[in-house]
């Protein structure tokens, strides 16, 4: 498996190694270090090096140098006493400049610790992996100070890391309840990760991978029972938190609780929650079935004593083969619902008996719809519309059609038929107003005008109702993040999350829209660092706790990616958002996302695919501009495929005067922008200026300068345009610019500004990974190992030794720096370094 989440470390011991210097490389167990080290012998072996590879757990048979007995071996000193083997084999390993790879060195036998310092005492090179710099001989870690030997940590994986390595263990994308389980049971550790997807029986649907039945793996079971054994008061306690998963400290015994927090097991005051879920699986995996179901049903028996946890204790009643009354189910399916636990509540609903009761209807059609079952779901609803007089029961009902057509069924057209149906029976202008805030959405998505107007003032009641004026601020949030200015989305956004305090049972995702409103208004305006902080933060808290907004996050994130220029994470987050999506989504985002993926696969180059990709999209969710946009896009790479330019741009331009004419203003500006970079024309410049009109944002005012001065200007006009873009974290545009800006120079005669343009656009699409797109006659991009070799050259290395350093032949070094002299444009070290900067 590759070095998913390791590739960072690898390359500083590589880079260490190269340079002459010993390497100790620390993680915790089953942090992935032994893999690593493999991956670094087979690298350095690649570049032809001599290596030799010693294995510290062979010293706990307690034989003097049976560590280094195939070392010794190798090298003639079979049967040689050991101060002879001290004496010849470090002078051995000099001359062959082998480099020792030593894993787990704290447990070597002494006398191969004493062989290794040995070694590193003649200046050897080593890479030595333990858990802590304590682990190392004293003899060694004497010499490594003195010589000044490099550290490299292994920190946990990163969410994202955890889920690419599940991904390519299970052969696709995890689903998001999936994902969140392993996340919280991996903590970060690659050898976990195996070990759990390992034990795991995997199904694979439209949502992704599926891991349903997870058990402790034996790696998972080693690393319980390493830690400190807790108090028989303790593990009473523990079980209890572990099969509930929350519950009220109260309940539990005080000195068992106060164990658990001291090592990490549980957290919270008022409310007790599992902090280690790995430990929590370990446990309750021992204990025989018969007596957890005993010991559910007595703890659901001892919590419905307690207000606001009647669902819980439902829950486990019947977890634990118990029965609860049906009125008392009913309350505690839609209390679940009201927390925002959707899958406690499909497990309570599927104990209800039939009923036509319309609140138990209108119940299960929420929870249907939210799990999926849509045919269920509609069913219900309907059956509920047929009777329903009330305008607040019509309301909820007009809600839950609204989303079952225009998100989960991707067909927002029948959305807005269906809402507008349930509207023309309402009467209530308060609760119609509601309401006809939801259909705003709707038709946004279907591509049908939308009524702006401002509410009806006279309306008293309406204007005064916290639950419209939250929607309405919703609304406008989204609609500004779309086409207004940040200042205004901002403005929503407060009040907003001012409002949701006042509302009761406010939908989870009310607060997650107002967010991504929020970022959206960051990453228009150009302050692309502080979006995508944002972003991550919330993505990681969304995966780690199987949020239903994982896979709106990931898009987000995807399409300012795209818009960057940097594909490979666009293409990464998209396809993952496309899974997470299918499993969750009140976006309606899950078409979007699909088309986005075509859309990055064409500019990767991956042409065809990225039109069978779009043949596959229904004519239907073409009415939406979003997925318009990015199926141009793979359109308009087509046309470039085929040398029609003009034709691309044209692609380009039609459909971003559409996404602007739809309230997605812009999206449209970065559709036009790239018909710019493609066929830069006066009359596309108006009309990309247009578009931008006063927003007030910094990034709508560096593309409108950007414009004139590829439409306008002279030969050195664009390159102020390069750091501005840059500034703006548009790497792609930036790269762009500074092509341009050298082509531009070249034809006027200014042929060193033009190299050394020209040299900047090709060190921003190397060394930050942005897309050369458009490409750009002339301007390529170099190799990791052209920029490896370029960097040491530039640094007066001779080619002699960055042959040594990398383990190639003086030739194969010399032909990478021709390669770089011509793509750079300079003729040799003495410009390679100021080329390089």
């Known amino acids: 498996m590759e070095l998913i989440g390791r590739l960072g470390p690898a390359a500083e011991v590589l880079e260490a190694v190269r340079g002459g210097r010993s390497v100790l490389l620390l993680g915790a167990g089953g942090s992935g270090r032994s893999h690593l080290l493999g991956e670094v012998a087979d690298r350095l072996a690649e570049e032809g090096r001599d290596v030799g590879l010693v294995r510290g757990r062979d010293g706990e048979a307690g034989v003097p140098l049976v560590a280094v007995a195939a070392l010794v071996a190798e090298h003639g000193l079979a049967g040689a006493e050991p101060l002879t083997v001290y004496t010849r084999l470090p002078a051995v390993l000099g001359r062959r400049r082998t480099i020792l790879l030593v894993d787990d060195v704290g447990a070597l036998d002494r006398a191969s610790a004493v062989l290794l310092g040995q070694v590193v005492r003649a200046g050897g090179t080593a890479v030595m992996i333990g858990e802590s710099a304590d682990d190392l001989p004293g003899s060694v870690h004497d010499e490594l100070v003195r010589r000044g030997a490099a550290t490299v940590w292994l920190e946990p994986l990163a969410p994202d890391d955890v ?429 979007t996302a699909a088309a986005l993926v075509a859309a990055v696969d064409a500019r990767c180059g991956r042409l065809t695919s990225a039109e069978r990709q779009v043949d596959q999209i229904p004519a239907a969710q073409l009415l939406d501009v979003k997925v318009e946009l990015h199926v141009a896009r793979v359109r308009a790479e087509r046309r470039l495929r085929e040398r029609d330019v003009p034709g691309a741009a044209q692609i380009l331009d039609d459909v971003g005067r559409r996404a602007a004419a739809s309230a997605h203003r812009h999206l449209g500006v970065m559709a036009v922008d790239e018909a710019m970079m493609i066929d830069p024309r006066e009359s596309r410049r108006e009309l990309l200026v247009e578009l931008i009109g006063d927003s007030g944002s910094e990034l709508g005012d560096a593309l409108a300068g950007r414009a004139a001065a590829l439409t306008r200007g002279g030969p050195g006009d664009l390159v102020p345009w390069v750091d501005r873009l840059l500034e703006l974290g548009m790497v792609g545009r930036a790269a762009h610019a500074a092509s341009v800006s050298s082509r531009r120079l070249a034809a006027a005669g200014e042929a060193e500004s033009a190299r050394r343009w020209r040299r900047r656009a090709i060190m921003l699409g190397s060394d930050r990974g942005a897309a050369s797109w458009p490409v750009v006659e002339g301007v390529g991009s170099l190799t990791q190992r052209e920029l490896d070799i370029a960097r040491l050259a530039a640094e007066r290395a001779r080619s002699r030794e960055i042959a040594e350093q990398l383990g190639l032949s003086v030739r194969t070094i010399d032909n990478h720096l021709a390669r770089v002299y011509r793509k750079l444009g300079v003729s040799g070290r003495d410009e390679l370094r100021e080329a390089l900067v």
């Open 163 to 591: 889920l690419a390595m599940a991904a390519a263990l299970a052969g696709d994308e995890l689903a998001s309840e999936s994902a969140a389980d392993l996340l919280a049971l991996a903590e970060g550790s690659p050898a976990l990760v195996v070990d759990l997807v390992a034990a795991a029986d995997i199904t694979v649907d439209s949502t992704g991978a599926c891991l349903s039945v997870m058990r402790p793996g034996p790696r998972s079971r080693r690393v319980v029972a390493g830690r400190a054994a807790l108090p028989e008061s303790a593990l009473r306690a523990f079980v209890e938190v572990a099969l509930a998963e929350r519950l009220p400290t109260i309940l539990l015994d005080e000195e068992g609780v106060a164990h658990l927090r001291q090592a990490g097991l549980v957290a919270g005051s008022d409310v007790s929650t599992v902090v280690r879920r790995l430990d929590a699986m370990v446990l309750l995996d021992d204990v025989p079935p018969d007596e957890l179901s005993a010991r559910r049903r007595a703890l659901g028996g001892r919590l419905r004593a307690w207000a606001g946890w009647q669902a819980r204790a439902d829950l486990l009643t019947l977890r634990g083969g118990g029965t609860v009354p049906t009125h008392q189910l009913v309350q505690s399916v839609d209390r679940s619902l009201a927390d925002g636990r959707v899958t406690d509540a499909g497990e309570l609903l599927h104990a209800l008996p039939p009923m036509d009761d319309p609140a138990v209807l209108l119940l299960q059609g929420r929870v249907c719809s939210e799990l999926g079952r849509l045919d269920e779901a509609l069913a219900h609803l309907q059956a509920v519309l047929a009777t329903a007089q009330a305008d607040s029961v019509l309301g909820c009902v007009g809600r839950e059609l609204g989303l079952l057509h225009a998100v989960r069924r991707m067909d927002p057209g029948a959305a807005v038929a269906s809402v507008e149906g349930v509207l023309s029976r309402m009467v209530d202008p308060g609760e119609r107003r509601v309401l006809a805030a939801d259909l705003v959405k709707w038709r946004l998505m279907a591509g049908q005008p939308v009524d702006r107007g401002e509410p009806d003032e006279g309306d008293a009641r309406a204007v005064v109702m916290a639950r419209t004026r939250l929607t309405e601020s919703l609304i406008g949030a989204m609609l500004a993040a779309l086409d207004g200015t940040r200042s205004a989305v901002q403005d929503h956004v407060d009040a907003g999350f001012a409002l949701l305090a006042d509302v009761p049972d406010v939908e989870p995702w009310v607060a997650e829209l107002l967010t991504l409103s929020q970022y959206l208004g960051l990453a228009f305006d150009g302050d692309v660092d502080t979006a995508e902080a944002l972003a991550a933060q919330h993505r990681d808290r969304a995966a780690s706790a199987a949020a239903p907004s994982l896979g709106m996050w990931e898009y987000a994130a995807a399409e300012t990616a795209l818009h960057r220029g940097v594909t490979r994470q666009a293409a990464a987050l998209a396809r993952r958002a496309v899974r997470h999506l299918a499993w969750r989504d009140y976006t309606g985002l899950r078409p």
